[in-house]
């Protein structure tokens, strides 16, 4: 097994050498020969890739602890599934899944239908197959995932308590998929710019490429922040952690990108800004592994600390460095094709600041990420920058950008007339000022809080009227029943509808962070048995501490029950687990209950022999709009990119160069 295992990385790296250089060789002498044995090598690449993968797998399911990996990620009394979930628990075996992905991507990209003939793809494969070799040759010769124990142990370390959990299932995946795929854009971009086809083509021709990495990056996010609200038992999350904001500025970046594509697709404008937008989020996602990988930040989530920064920060600088001279060798081309704003009142004009605001919340994000790296080299002491910044430059941009998308879809191409902005936002504005003051009746009295609600308002009625008048014109002409309307109404306008249900999703989740960031409550108290804690409308009685074995692991629970305003809510236990074979701290198992209005949350946080016992508790309001926010995101990007269609395109090529043969 280890001769096979490690011939699929070795194997891997010479065919992906191999693959580039015909591709290369292929472009170069226009010989089609030489492509077709490439895009051979691209199965054969795969095929490495994969057999590498069931390889790991393998070797962690049956613990074969001669292996270092396994030895470090797994033990003998792990279950199954995160016996199998530890091949992206540590460095090498995460890169071995960033690199099937790849391959997997690549083999989609060149031998799918919809791209046969098309002379981008020999470009577009050997970008990709420059980051494979990158990939192959990491983990052949920096982080080797079959390298061998120095001495067998009879026993392995086990699996961090933090990562037994089922967020480590899907979180790890879902964000690889995002990182991996915004690789695809970023190659046609490439690929049109080598070619100096300065039309919207490969624009359309990734539309979903890209929104399916963003996808994918969203759910990352998504899945990252509900594994730390019921792991960590801090009661929060989201925490602007380094590794956190690693992957948060691409998905800031790719949003940006995916509204400002639709300006050159209609107006023929900001073609520059464009290809800017998707080199910066393929770069940040090879920031982001630089932070996790290299240790000069100190996170939660980070690898041990290794010399993979260095490799991963200089194929960054090449890949950076390599297609700026690209755009900039374009950029007249670029910009003689290129159209104009008409109008600062205009819907183009909406999405540029939209673009802004996002960019600009990418660089705070940036900037305070890095800045700990800055202060050590300029002065010695390496500052922390903490919750508190990120907060107060963060909460007014992401209100700037709920502004935005509230009055874009009211706003016309090229130039809103007054008349037509006094038609389109006199009743929203006066709905939104009387939800607001309402608020204040009610008893919201933060002014942060006002407007940030008042905001959405006025995005869900903009949001509302644009389906309403969307459905009565339809009716106007087909004299559908209005179900019938809306249903036709929106598959016919998959892209635009599917992106207002973004919309709404977005909305929904700023309302649980306004909810949960301005009223939250807390307390944390020692009682005795039988005592209880009151915090707002609950009373939590403690009736017992006890322990029990789980497997191999110890567990310390209490027993308490729940009442609000008096009614009984039922009996919970929150815990700690001690794990055997590890020496960390105990990790936290958190009793939530959970309501459409707030989240009740309870931490076991310490006990005494006399069987006192510590709690923090918290009542987190609106966390339910959060999740249900995220759905509705996962909902409106499936919509918009199922059954899409090319609508017919045909490349249009303004450059000297043709397709080989």
């Not at 800004?273 to 920031?287: D, G, M, P, V």
């Not at 459905?471 to 559908?480: F, G, P, S, W």
Request: proline share 3%; with cysteine.
């Amino acid at each position: 097994m280890y001769l096979f295992a490690n011939a699929t990385i070795y194997i891997g790296l010479a065919v992906a050498l191999y693959s580039l250089l015909m591709m290369t060789l292929g472009i170069s002498i226009k010989k089609q020969k030489f492509i077709n044995s490439a895009k051979g090598g691209l199965v054969a690449l795969f095929v490495c890739a994969a057999m590498a993968m069931i390889s790991l797998f393998y070797l962690l399911a049956t613990s074969q602890f001669q292996y270092q990996y396994v030895a470090e990620y797994t033990s003998s009394d792990l279950p199954i599934i995160y016996k199998l979930t530890a091949l992206w628990a540590g460095n090498a075996g995460s890169l071995l899944l960033w690199t099937f992905f790849l391959t997997l991507y690549t083999c989609m990209i060149a031998f799918s239908r919809k791209m046969k003939g098309n002379p981008m793809v020999p470009y577009i494969a050997s970008i990709l197959l420059a980051n494979a070799v990158f990939f192959f040759f990491i983990l052949g010769f920096v982080a080797k995932p079959f390298a061998l124990a120095a001495s067998i142990p009879t026993e392995g370390r086990g699996l961090n308590p933090m990562l037994q959990n089922p967020g480590m299932i899907i979180h790890p995946v879902t964000l690889y998929l995002g990182y991996v795929g915004l690789a695809v854009p970023f190659a046609f971009a490439m690929a049109a710019l080598i070619l100096k086809n300065v039309d919207d083509f490969w624009i359309k021709m990734t539309r979903r490429w890209t929104i399916i990495a963003w996808l994918f990056l969203s759910l990352g996010n998504i899945f990252g922040a509900a594994w730390a609200y019921v792991e960590l038992g801090w009661g929060g999350y989201w925490a602007w952690d380094p590794v956190e904001n690693a992957s948060f500025m691409p998905w800031l970046t790719t949003t940006a990108f995916l509204h400002s594509v639709m300006i050159q697709e209609r107006k023929n404008m900001l073609k520059v800004w464009n290809i800017s937008l998707i080199i910066i989020s393929y770069a940040l996602t090879l920031f982001g592994t630089f932070l996790v990988r290299s240790g000069v930040l100190t996170s939660v989530h980070a690898f041990a600390n290794s010399n993979l920064g260095l490799y991963f920060l200089v194929f960054m600088g090449l890949a950076v460095i390599g297609s700026l001279y690209v755009l900039m060798s374009r950029y007249n081309l670029l910009k003689r094709s290129a159209g104009e704003f008409q109008s600062f009142v205009s819907k183009e004009s909406s999405f540029l600041v939209n673009n802004l605001l996002l960019v600009g919340a990418a660089f705070a994000v940036f900037w305070g990420t890095i800045f700990p790296l800055v202060s050590e080299a300029v002065r010695g002491t390496k500052v922390t920058v903490g919750i508190p910044f990120f907060n107060t430059v963060e909460s007014p941009i992401l209100l700037s950008m709920m502004f935005v998308m509230a009055v874009c879809p009211m706003l016309a191409w090229q130039h809103s007339s007054l008349k037509n902005l006094k038609k389109n936002f006199l009743i929203p504005s006066i709905l939104a000022v009387l939800g607001m003051v309402l608020m204040v009746v009610l008893g919201i009295q933060k002014a942060w809080a006002v407007i940030g609600y008042g905001v959405i308002v006025l995005l869900f009625i903009t949001h509302f009227l644009e389906f309403y008048r969307g459905v009565k014109a339809r009716r106007k002409m087909t004299k559908e029943a209005p179900f019938v309307a809306l249903y036709r109404l929106m598959i016919r306008n998959r892209r635009r509808y599917g992106g207002y249900m973004v919309h709404i999703g977005i909305a929904l989740i700023t309302m649980g962070i306004i909810g949960s960031q301005n009223y939250d409550l807390q307390t944390m108290k020692t009682v005795s048995l039988g005592q209880s804690i009151d915090l707002g409308a609950y009373r939590i009685n403690y009736d017992r501490l006890d322990q029990k074995k789980e497997g191999s692991n110890d567990v310390v629970y209490a027993d308490v029950t729940v009442f609000k305003n008096g009614k009984r809510l039922g009996s919970f236990e929150p815990q700690k687990i001690f794990y055997s074979n590890q020496e960390s701290e105990p990790s936290t198992q958190v009793a939530i209950i959970s309501s459409i209005k707030e989240d009740l949350y309870i931490v076991l946080s310490a006990w005494e022999n006399d069987g006192k016992a510590t709690f923090v508790v918290k009542v987190n309001p609106m966390m339910a709009w959060l999740w249900i926010g995220s759905f509705m995101i996962v909902i409106g990007a499936l919509f918009a990119v199922w059954n899409g269609k090319y609508q017919n395109i045909t490349p249009r090529y303004t450059g000297v160069r043709k397709e080989v043969s």
